[in-house]
Nanobody, 115 residues
Framework: VQFVESGGGLVQPGGSLRLSCQVSGRIFSIYNKEMAWYRQAPGAQREWVASTTKIGGSAYAESVKGRFTISRDNARGQIYLQMNSLEAEDTAVYFC????????WGQGTQVTVSS
């Protein structure tokens, strides 16, 4: 299984972005897995942001709760992260993976929140 993240960019505080993650390879292997988004800010460790279960339940880190929404399309092998009301503290490289994560990570997609 490989992960390819996209959708990042430069956005002003208060703006929105929608990240996408394309899972390739043995897509069916993620059908029953909890899938998640993670992020890594400069000089910081990678942290969990949000996750979605195989039946569509979701959980969020306190720092993004109420602003971010995670969703999944198993048939297409895609995971999404809708990010609203973005703050400077959301600046990071965003990754998708299983939860707990597999050893292989994608390249991530850079999100920069700045005026």
């Amino acid at each position: 299984v490989q992960f390819v993240e996209s959708g990042g960019g430069l956005v002003q505080p208060g703006g929105s972005l929608r990240l996408s993650c394309q899972v390739s390879g043995r897509i069916f292997s993620i059908y029953n897995k909890e899938m998640a988004w993670y992020r890594q800010a400069p000089g910081a460790q990678r942290e969990w942001v949000a996750s979605t279960t195989k039946i569509g339940g979701s959980a969020y880190a306190e720092s993004v709760k109420g602003r971010f929404t995670i969703s999944r399309d198993n048939a297409r092998g895609q995971i999404y992260l809708q990010m609203n009301s973005l703050e400077a503290e959301d600046t990071a490289v965003y990754f998708c993976n299983c939860r707990p994560p597999l050893d292989n990570w994608g390249q991530g997609t850079q999100v920069t929140v700045s005026s």
